[in-house]
């Protein structure tokens, strides 16, 4: 008969051979670079996301399609005057979150306006979602940053709690050594402020709050954003009426979007179905009209869940649709869910 041959190995011995053990593996380690180990995706359907814009609708945000992520958030209440910062362009708008209005005087000296009747009979103008500059309220107020010099009354809409905040009167200086030059003040002349405002590469543009002479640059880098989260101005030509609204709005610098229709199947969609003759520059293609507000005794918001939109973020495709509710689980409004998904 074999004997078999047991070897005990002492406790020490066993230390010994363990921190060997242990060593070794550490230096082996060392060779290589950690990587995390990524969780399953357990949906493969598109991610799903909650802009929190709150009640009030006080914040906007800021959404970046290629990472699914929301990138800033700020108030829309904190600016009155925004100012383009594209090379070779000079737009000027107004706040239309604020339900501000602009009106044309025909008069190139301060002094010389006095009250709300100094006014052209072309009459007050409102910024609209559109963002398009050929519309905007202000409109062409010099020649290459140089001004024309006109006077401009400005109603400047209402704050966070709806109060009206008043009236200005404004004029634009020269843009010179790549900054804006700004001076505004109240009818009878008084608080009167001229502002430098320097454009920034990499944005849009900056901003002016009036209450505190101060330039804001309130936007995210423009290269790092898709859509905007925000209140903004439209217009019912049929009752006249200049009406505030909570929806999306596109970057201009790198975005664009068009809606598709309201009978197609959204899981379905691919990137055949793109069609890039759709694309304008518009920046509220998908808008607000993915909700609908009950009137009557409902007064609260449904979302529009079959209406879908497809975004353009540099040459990459994105379908979207809202879904859920408007509203959070305390049933405060002011939190709308939306699909994301690329089109591949």
Not at 13 to 21: E, F, H, K, P, V
Not at 320 to 341: A, W
Request: aromatic share 14%; net charge neutral; with cysteine.
């Amino acid at each position: 008969m074999t004997r078999r041959r047991f070897h005990i190995i002492s406790k020490p011995m066993q230390a010994l051979t363990l921190s060997l053990l242990l060593g070794a593996l550490m230096a082996l380690s060392s060779c290589f670079k950690e990587k995390p180990i990524p969780m399953p995706k357990l949906y493969n359907g598109p991610d799903v996301f909650t802009a929190h814009i709150g009640p009030g609708y006080i914040k906007q945000l800021y959404f970046n399609a290629q990472t699914f992520q929301f990138v800033d958030s700020n108030s829309h209440y904190l600016y009155d005057m925004a100012f383009d910062c594209a090379a070779g362009s000079y737009n000027v708008w107004i706040n239309g979150s604020k339900l501000m209005f602009a009106c044309h005087t025909g008069k190139y000296n301060l002094q010389e306006v006095t009250s709300l009747n100094d006014t052209l009979s072309n009459g007050w103008k409102q910024e609209f979602g559109s963002g398009l500059p050929a519309n905007n309220a202000i409109g062409t107020w010099g020649n290459n940053g140089v001004s024309g010099r006109e006077v401009y009354l400005l109603n400047m809409g209402t704050d966070s709690l709806g109060y009206n905040i008043g009236f200005k009167k404004m004029q634009m200086g020269d843009c010179v050594g790549n900054s804006y030059t700004v001076t505004f003040c109240n009818l009878d002349g008084s608080d009167m402020h001229t502002v430098s405002v320097p454009r920034k590469s990499a944005r849009n543009k900056v901003y002016l709050f009036f209450a505190d002479q101060q330039v804001r640059d309130m936007e995210p880098d423009n290269n790092s954003w898709d859509i905007l989260f925000t209140r903004y101005s439209i217009y019912f030509a049929e009752q006249n009426l200049p009406y505030l609204v909570t929806g999306v709005l596109t970057n201009p610098n790198k975005s664009a979007a068009y809606f598709v229709d309201s009978t197609s199947n959204f899981d379905s969609l691919t990137i055949n179905n793109v069609d890039p003759a759709k694309f304008t520059p518009t920046l509220d293609n998908i808008g607000y009209e993915w909700k609908l507000y009950g009137l009557g005794t409902s007064g609260r918001y449904t979302i529009k869940s079959s209406y879908i939109y497809i975004l353009r973020s540099d040459a990459r495709y994105y379908k979207i649709r809202f879904i859920g509710s408007f509203y959070d689980s305390e049933g405060n409004e002011g939190y709308p869910q939306f699909q994301m998904d690329e089109l591949k």
